[in-house]
């Protein structure tokens, strides 16, 4: 085994060479690649898990030029925080970074640390990120390990085990660690990732063709590149229904808040309720939370797809005749400006404009 281990080692090790030469010509020009400094790489990692690299570009911008540096997140009220990351989701990736901007003001002098198992310990920061600041920002010689990165080495390797499990991660990054090369670690780390993202595509379209390491590659040479990474089959994301409603009242409209864990925590809402409620259930809650319903009406349904969760909305329209106690009310221009709001909600609060003109 280890024998077998030692060749696969010895093979890949061939790539990297060509692979560096590819991405010295072909790498993309992104915003935190002109600069990339420790803080600048640690924000767009951040930002760019589960996210994709164009859908990142704009918020990367305009987050480093409202927040320029470590103390100035720390430092930031939640609320503007939360509305730089309006629309990326997975809010907690925002907290944490806070929470870790506050921990290097604390222990690291402001700075992020400059050592993998330090980066290691701050919230946010998996194995992958620390990896990928470790070698990016400060050269050290550790692999970070993506899904783009195991796919192309399992590709490479020809290796049919599937990539969701530890052992095979483990075994992969133990790989990429001996054939690192000293003096380019984080450009070998992003040239990977970089085949991963343009050429070695999932789902049957890797771009064999234009590939730097084509030659070198046992899946190609076994032409089992649509077979390639085997992957445990995902369990079914859990369905919710849901009840939003869009309640409006002398040109406002209310708002919650979401509680403090779990889901989208601490972020404002539409107000709702997880089922599907009938007109007249409908209106028996409106009652309860205090709302004097003046007119009703269905808005289209519409649904909203999480990780693991997605959920089925029947939307209401709803005129109340005052401002209720218990929810919050602000005009429409005060929820674009200050305030975050998942875009879970937004086929309704994109509405909200439409709704008050018409409100009567
Ligand atoms: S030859 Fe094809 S499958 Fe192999 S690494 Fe290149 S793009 Fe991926």
Same mark, same amino acid.
């Given at each position: 085994m280890l024998n077998e281990i030692n060749k696969t080692e010895q093979h890949l090790a061939l790539i990297v060479q060509p692979l560096l030469a590819w991405y010295d010509a072909n790498a993309r020009i992104l915003p935190w690649r002109e600069q990339p400094t420790p803080y600048h790489v640690w924000i767009s990692e951040i930002m760019l898990q589960q996210t994709r690299v164009e859908a990142v570009k704009p918020y990367f911008d305009r987050f480093i030029r409202t927040l320029p540096d470590i103390a100035a997140l720390a430092h930031a009220p939640v609320e503007q925080l939360l509305k730089l990351w309006e629309?990326?989701?997975?809010?907690s990736r925002a907290r944490n970074l806070q929470k870790a901007a506050g921990l290097m003001l604390d222990k690291y002098g402001g700075e992020l640390p400059r050592s993998y198992e330090e980066l290691r310990?701050?919230?946010?920061?998996g194995p992958y990120t620390a990896g990928a600041i470790a070698s990016? !920002?400060? @050269?050290?010689?550790v692999p970070a390990v993506d899904g783009n990165v195991l796919r192309v080495v399992a590709r490479l390797t020809a290796c049919s085990e599937d990539i969701g499990k530890e052992s095979v991660k483990k075994q992969m990054a133990g790989m990429l660690k001996q054939i690192l090369p000293d003096d380019r670690t984080g450009d070998f780390n992003q040239a990977l990732m970089e085949l991963g993202a343009?050429?070695?595509?999932?789902?049957?379209?890797?771009?064999c063709a234009s590939c730097p390491v084509a030659g070198l590659c046992r899946a190609r040479e076994l032409d089992i590149v649509t077979t390639l990474p085997v992957k445990a089959a995902q369990k079914a994301r859990r369905q919710e229904q849901k009840t939003v409603f869009v309640i409006l009242a002398q040109g406002r409209v209310a708002l919650k808040q979401r509680p !403090?864990? @779990?889901?989208?925590?601490g972020l404002w809402e539409l107000p709702n309720e997880n089922s599907c409620l009938t007109t007249a259930k409908a209106q028996e809650l409106l009652a309860l939370w205090g709302v004097r319903v003046d007119a009703i009406h269905k808005l289209p349904a519409a649904k909203h797809v999480f990780t693991h969760l997605e959920w089925q909305m029947t939307g209401y329209a709803v005129y109340a005749a005052n401002c209720t106690a218990g929810l919050i009310w602000l005009k429409p221009e005060q929820l674009t400006e200050n305030l975050a709001l998942p875009t879970a909600f937004k086929p309704y609060t994109e509405q909200i404009g439409v709704l008050l003109a018409t409100q009567h």
């Open positions: 629309g990326l989701g997975y809010y310990t701050l919230p946010g920061i990016i !920002a400060y @050269g050290i010689p343009m050429i070695c595509l999932p789902r049957g379209v890797a771009k !403090a864990k @779990g889901l989208l925590a």
